[in-house]
């Protein structure tokens, strides 16, 4: 070796893990939390936040995801067994979120603030992985659907609310805690599921005998599901609940034909099934099966809206994080006026979909009490929601992943992983258009909603003028519906960015609100994330709105 030889691989100048970080520790999320009556669980929500930013359950997400789910359809002796085996963390994860009481809880919980609290720790948990969230967001929403049959409503409603994580297939009733899916889909229709085909066919003892297939049934080895199936005498589909495990302790013949290969939610295995005389009992009535299921529908749909608002703030803590500690061209890469400007884009965005994702859990809450003008305004707000939360994180992602440059393409950084699972929420419970025109269904069929929905933004009047403005133009645009399903998208765009605005200027702060209003309501932006106009505070929306991590 050369006596003048020295070394060529020094590190520097490259940044620190982003774990340990408080997910929980940023002021829209816990000012959101008291504000719509769940502050005592902040506590709570202190502590599963940093668990979620710990570095024990970031590996447990990196790996659940890393040895995604595998189908065995039989054993080593030939016998048919149907079962998804999951990497031990998978159920790591599981356990904390059913502990945590992230699933069905609330519904049992009778304390003020229960859905609120539950969709705050729901949103700070999942930064940890996103994919086992699902059958969680199922196990949630399925109870509203169930009580169509209060016969089995009250015997697996206690142990869908259990916060014990009692994984396996056995007899559900035999269990301590279940978790529940939905199987809805099929090949030739699917979100036109009045086009399915599988039927059901009543027995003597009460039981259907089901026969057909279901194109995308995720989290496949759930306790229960509720399914869709013709009945011989229905024009309609009808709601069943299926288990996995009959009464007698034999399996139901669901048949797994093959696991989904997706683009992302790698962690959470999706299947195409077979019912191959699978027994069922019937929920709600006969025809009315679409009715009955889409009230699972409408609460998996403010999942989606969580879901959606919680990459944003993960893409946030990741980019900002790594500009605090990284330099370039002289100076820390966050103290670059370009940088900060798509930095703070990023944040105003986050910042308002957390908004509108607690204002829509506190209009469940109330809703859930039986407040008629909250659950119309949960009707329209949650549709337009819907659409536009997700629609909109694909492109974060993609934004705060590049805030890491080249490193931000590399799977090792986590934001690949955070990129293929920022369009499932847009997809899932109804792609963009299904979502949009939802929102028009829900005006014509309950005009109560659009007064709601008039009345919650109107709280924000005269605060800010160009929300005013926005209004207006809502007014006129709602006004003549003639080619409402062409201008769908449009309509409903601006309606969710109005609700937005309303709630920002109401309770956000005013750096963040106005930059919000001149930016997404008055048009003063470009097509790209980081193109705010002179004046914003950027300053003050990074160092207020994103806390240091480490």
Same mark, same amino acid.
């Given at each position: ?24 520790? @940023? ?7 008291? *504000?719509?009556?769940? /502050? ?26 890393? @040895? ?90 206690? #142990? ?6 009692? @994984? ?30 599988? %039927? ?16 995308? %049934? ?14 011989? &005498? ?21 048949? #797994? ?7 992302? &939610?790698?962690?959470? $295995? ?6 191959? /005389?699978?027994?069922?009992?019937? +929920? ?5 099966? +679409?009715?009955?299921?889409?009230? =699972? ?29 990284? *330099? ?66 694909? =492109? ?12 931000? @393409? ?9 990129? *293929? ?18 929102? #028009?269904?829900?005006?014509? *069929? ?27 133009? #809502? ?32 309770? /956000? ?18 097509? $790209? ?19 240091? %991590?480490?």
């Amino acid at each position: 070796m050369p006596t003048n030889w020295t070394p060529t691989h020094e590190v520097h100048n490259q940044v620190p893990p982003l774990a340990p970080f408080d997910a929980a520790g @940023y002021p829209a999320l816990l000012a959101g939390l008291h *504000r719509e009556g769940a /502050g005592w669980a902040e506590a709570d929500l202190r502590a599963i936040g940093r668990r979620a930013g710990g570095a024990q359950a970031q590996e447990w997400g990196r790996l659940a995801n890393e @040895y995604p789910p595998v189908l065995h359809t039989h054993d080593r002796f030939g016998h048919r067994i149907d079962e998804v085996e999951f990497h031990p963390h998978w159920h790591s994860l599981m356990d904390v979120a059913v502990r945590s009481g992230l699933h069905a809880a609330p519904w049992v919980s009778g304390r003020v603030g229960a859905h609120v609290a539950r969709a705050a720790k729901f949103h700070v948990w999942g930064m940890a992985d996103a994919g086992h969230m699902c059958p969680i967001s199922m196990t949630y929403a399925v109870i509203p659907a169930l009580r169509h049959n209060p016969e089995l409503a009250a015997r697996y409603e206690p #142990l869908l609310a259990a916060t014990t994580y009692d @994984y396996g297939l056995r007899e559900p009733s035999t269990k301590a805690g279940l978790i529940a899916g939905m199987s809805m889909t099929e090949k030739q229709g699917g979100s036109d599921v009045r086009a399915n085909t599988t %039927t059901a066919t009543p027995q003597p003892d009460g039981w259907y005998c089901i026969v057909g297939h279901k194109w995308f %049934t995720s989290a496949p080895m759930s306790d229960l599901f509720l399914t869709l199936a013709r009945t011989p &005498n229905s024009a309609g589909p009808t709601c069943f609940l299926l288990p996995r495990v009959l009464p007698d302790g034999s399996r139901n013949p669901i048949r #797994l034909q093959r696991l989904k290969n997706k683009l992302g &939610n790698k962690s959470n $295995a999706s299947a195409e099934i077979e019912y191959e /005389g699978a027994l069922g009992r019937r +929920v709600g009535d006969e025809g009315a099966g +679409v009715r009955t299921i889409v009230e =699972m529908v409408n609460m998996t749909r403010l999942d989606c809206v969580i879901g959606s608002a919680t990459g944003m703030r993960y893409g946030v803590v990741q980019a900002v994080h790594h500009a605090r500690h990284r *330099r370039a061209f002289g100076a820390e890469v966050i103290d670059l006026p370009a940088m900060q400007n798509v930095l703070a884009d990023l944040v105003i965005e986050s910042e308002a979909a957390t908004a509108v994702m607690l204002r829509l859990a506190g209009a469940t809450d109330r809703a859930a009490a039986g407040d008629a003008a909250e659950a119309e305004l949960r009707r329209i707000a949650l549709a337009v929601s819907k659409y536009w939360v997700c629609k909109r994180a694909p =492109m974060h992602a993609a934004e705060a992943l590049e805030c890491l440059g080249g490193n931000g @393409y590399v799977e090792d950084s986590g934001m690949p992983r955070l990129f *293929r699972e920022s369009p499932l929420m847009s997809i899932w419970e109804g792609s963009g258009n299904v979502a949009a025109l939802d929102a #028009l269904r829900a005006m014509a *069929r309950q005009p109560g909603t659009v007064t709601a929905f008039f009345a919650e933004v109107g709280r924000a009047g005269g605060a800010d003028p160009r929300l005013d403005d926005a209004i207006a133009r #809502l007014g006129k645009e709602l006004a003549d519906l003639d080619d409402a399903q062409y201008r769908a998208r449009r309509v409903v765009e601006l309606m969710a960015l109005v609700f937005q605005g309303s709630q920002l200027v109401q309770h /956000g702060p005013a750096a963040v609100a106005d930059a919000f209003c001149a930016t997404r309501l008055a048009g003063d932006h470009g097509l $790209a994330f980081g193109t705010l106009p002179t004046g914003v505070a950027v300053d003050a929306i990074l160092r207020e709105r994103v806390p240091e %991590t480490s």
